[in-house]
């Protein structure tokens, strides 16, 4: 577990990196105030002060790798040198898949991607809501929060629509309800469940991800009615509305920024062989 007093010198390291590149990083907050296992992060200090940060991320048998060095420490072999050790962690336990993640316009991520033998697999997008005025005119889509009859599907949704591996979906959606049900929603058409959506609610600010419907339903208006509803429901109490979505074309891209989202930056993901 890690200490408040580590975790805070993450977050300060993160604001330096950020703003010497203008880029975001993945850290995957949520994730770091709850860990359990020592051997998921790995902290590189100078004379009591954070110089670099690895976190490994798992889901099921996939995880995924996001760090950073201070600018003032790099090109010196200090972020291979996290990188290894979370390598030779990762050995002790069965991996499916591991993918690192770069910030999109990250000079320095791209350089290190160079250097090693991973592959780009695709690339998440962040949007950000402009407010703007959405109708939802439409009875035959609701919106339910999830319950444990809904697990099942949800992995269905997981494995079919984003290519998880389901027992990697499985672990997740488990541990999930595990810690809290709360927004996970299931979406509903004509007394069907055909989709699902994720919100979760920070610091004055609600994000919105895992947002997928069943392809057969897709392409009838039903997820772009779903996410109105959603975000017109989280507008009741915030302005600050953003949307991770891995989007493969600029169809999918277009649905949500006719909902009013726009993307502001971009986090790629590159596949590690297994070794």
């Known amino acids: ?28 907050w949520e994730m770091l105030k709850k860990r359990k296992n020592d051997q998921d992060d790995f902290l590189l200090y100078r004379e009591d002060r954070l110089i670099g940060f690895l976190g490994i991320y798992g889901f099921g048998d996939s995880y995924e790798i996001c760090g950073m060095i201070h600018p003032h420490f790099r090109r010196q072999h200090m972020f291979q040198e996290l990188f290894q050790k979370a390598l030779h962690s990762l050995k002790s336990r069965p991996v499916n898949t591991l993918l690192l ?16 033998e991973a592959v780009y697999d695709f690339t998440e997008y962040e949007m950000k809501w402009n407010k703007q005025e959405l109708v939802s005119n439409s009875d035959s889509v609701i919106i339910k929060t999830a319950d444990e009859q809904d697990i099942e599907t949800i992995i269905d949704l997981d494995e079919t629509c984003f290519g998880i591996v389901r027992s990697d979906a499985e672990s997740y959606t488990k541990r ?56 017109m429901q989280e507008s009741k109490w915030t302005d600050e509305i953003y949307l991770d979505v891995a989007a493969a074309n600029s169809k999918a891209l277009n649905l949500y920024e006719s909902s009013g989202f726009q993307t502001f930056y971009s986090q790629e993901y590159y596949q590690f062989p297994i070794k």
């Open 176 to 231: 999930i309800f595990e810690e809290s049900s709360e927004g996970n929603l299931m979406i509903i058409h004509d007394e069907k469940v055909v989709g699902k959506i994720r919100v979760q609610r920070t610091d004055n600010k609600s994000f919105i991800y895992g947002f997928a419907v069943f392809p057969s339903f897709q392409g009838k208006g039903i997820g772009r009615k779903a996410l109105s509803q959603v975000v």
């Open 101 to 116: 993640n770069v910030p999109g316009s990250s000079t320095s991520g791209k350089g290190f991607i160079s250097h090693c």
């Open 1 to 28: 577990m890690l200490t408040s007093t580590q975790l805070q010198d993450i977050k300060d390291l993160q604001n330096v990196c950020e703003d010497f590149e203008d880029i975001n990083l993945k850290l995957n």
